[in-house]
């Protein structure tokens, strides 16, 4: 007992001696950080990505269990898009080719599409607004990121270098009245988000949600756009859908996370 002690308070004075030059980095760096990478995928025409989530969940009886999923997203400006998200309790896939949405969950057999005209952002929106199923890391994907994020921001900080899977990233971290949120950005040429932490502040036991990118490519890396349903699938109205099939993870975008 003596010694688990003796090591806490070893980290402890570890760390009071480490954050406080860290927090005292240049606010401006961040912001400067943070722009530079809403620029940069702003200014692509495609991308896409590997992802791996994990959502706080609190039960009723006050336990912290993490649900993970992991996916694949791509992108093709100015309003296709192509998402697959996998875990213990979901199978599901997104398209949207510009105008028809199609969401199918494979566990069920099931899948849904609806009518949309719009670009990427009308679409983020639509699917957090209307239909309660926000894309993963949705407020990175949206052509002007840095504006959106900033939203409400009290505090900026720059924590200086991180390795997030063997790739060297800016640390930034963020506050607002609600959350807590860190970004970690990829250094060189291409300053992409490696890693997205949300804690919610405002809830019990401040659940997190957090998303690490893998196998970052400007390219669309040829996803199909317009959905095909698999032998056997049934296609239902939005509202059954909803109702037979599980959801997309909550928690997915800053402002959902609140």
Not at 196 to 214: L, M
Not at 241 to 246: D, G, I, V
Request: charged share 20%; aromatic share 8%; with cysteine.
């Amino acid at each position: 007992m003596k010694s688990t002690a003796l090591t806490g308070t070893i980290a402890a004075t570890l760390i009071a001696s480490v954050l406080p030059a860290a927090t005292r980095a240049d606010e401006a760096d961040a912001r400067r950080i943070l722009q530079s990478m809403s620029n940069y995928l702003g200014a692509l025409d495609a991308f896409s990505f590997n992802f791996d989530t994990e959502q706080d969940v609190v039960t009723v009886d006050g336990e912290k269990l993490g649900l993970a999923h992991s996916g694949h997203i791509a992108v093709a400006r100015p309003g296709q898009v192509h998402v697959t998200s996998k875990g213990g309790f979901t199978d599901l896939e997104m398209a949207f080719d510009g105008t028809i949405l199609a969401v199918a969950d494979a566990d069920t057999a099931l899948y849904t599409s609806v009518p949309f005209a719009g670009d990427l952002a009308g679409l983020i929106d639509a699917l957090r607004d209307t239909y309660a199923r926000p894309l993963p890391a949705a407020d990175l994907l949206i052509p002007n990121a840095a504006a959106t994020l900033m939203e409400g921001v009290t505090e900026v900080k720059d924590l200086g270098s991180g390795v997030i899977g063997g790739i060297e990233c800016d640390h930034l971290a963020f506050r607002n009245p609600q959350a807590d949120w860190q970004l970690w950005v990829a250094q060189g040429d291409t300053p992409y988000p490696c890693r997205f932490v949300i804690t919610s502040r405002d809830v019990a036991q401040a659940p997190q949600y957090r998303v690490t990118v893998r196998d970052w490519r400007e390219t669309a890396d040829g996803a199909a756009f317009s959905f095909a349903p698999a032998d056997g699938m049934m296609e239902v109205d939005m509202e059954t859908f909803a109702l037979k099939a599980p959801n997309f993870p909550t928690h997915l975008t800053l402002e959902a996370s609140q």
